[in-house]
């Protein structure tokens, strides 16, 4: 049990649907992040919230729409996605935010498998 | 850019010790992040090396040469559950950036 949960843990949807992924720590940490993990490819960073400010936004493309409510809750919003699209997406945690303390050993949740036909 | 390069995988024997390496570009390079993931799990944290030298944790050793662009993590007394990828990731704090490489795929036979 990480403290980091992640739902739902299987999507499947067509390039027209719009859906939405939804993360939740209950570990009382500061930031969170979204990855995005394809197949024989490294783990890409998405997008950083700290303090519910987004500080990160690695080119991301627009179909993927992040929101965090609040510190303990992170969202990615999905909508005309792509087949490339296919991918694990993990959401993970940490204390504080990397280059701030070091207190950023990131926590991350099982993911979501998403298939995008 | 910020490449991470570790081999795709490697073999070892139970009971055995493996040392998987790492290289990073050093501009702007912080620290360096050790990450295990078992196959369909999510990653677990290892250890995080700023300083240069070796860092002991039980089976679990990670050093980091700052110099030389170069970390490796060294197990021992290798179990069939050790049987994981292990991710090495450079914190470019500068950037505000996590770059991790593709992973080292860890088989380990009896």
């Known amino acids: 049990e990480t403290g980091v949960t992640q739902t739902p843990r299987h999507l499947v949807m067509g390039m027209t649907n719009k859906k939405s992924l939804k993360c939740e720590q209950h570990l009382g940490h500061n930031a969170m992040y979204w990855y995005k993990q394809s197949a024989k490819k490294p783990l890409e960073l998405m997008f950083v919230?700290?303090?519910?400010?987004?500080?990160e936004n690695n080119s991301v493309p627009s179909r993927f729409s992040p929101e965090c409510p609040n510190s303990s809750h992170l969202f990615l919003h999905l909508h005309t996605l792509q087949p490339e699209d296919s991918a694990l997406y993990l959401c993970a945690s940490s204390q504080d935010r990397v280059g701030t303390s070091v207190r950023y050993e990131q926590y991350f949740g099982p993911g979501t498998r998403l298939t995008v036909t | 850019g910020q490449n991470i390069d570790q081999p795709t995988e490697m073999t070892a024997t139970e009971g055995a010790i493996v040392q998987i390496n790492c290289t990073y570009q050093t501009s702007g390079f912080n620290g360096l992040f050790w990450y295990q993931q078992h196959a369909g799990e999510a990653p677990t944290f290892l250890s995080y090396?700023?300083?240069?030298g070796l860092e002991e944790k039980g089976r679990f050793s990670s050093f980091l040469s700052r110099s030389k662009g170069y970390s490796y993590l060294l197990l021992k007394e290798l179990q069939m559950k050790d049987s994981a990828s292990y991710l090495c990731a450079g914190d470019y704090s500068s950037a505000s950036k996590i770059i991790f490489g593709s992973g080292t795929r860890l088989s380990i036979r009896p």
């Open positions: 919230y700290s303090l519910e400010e987004r500080v």
């Open positions: 090396n700023v300083l240069d």
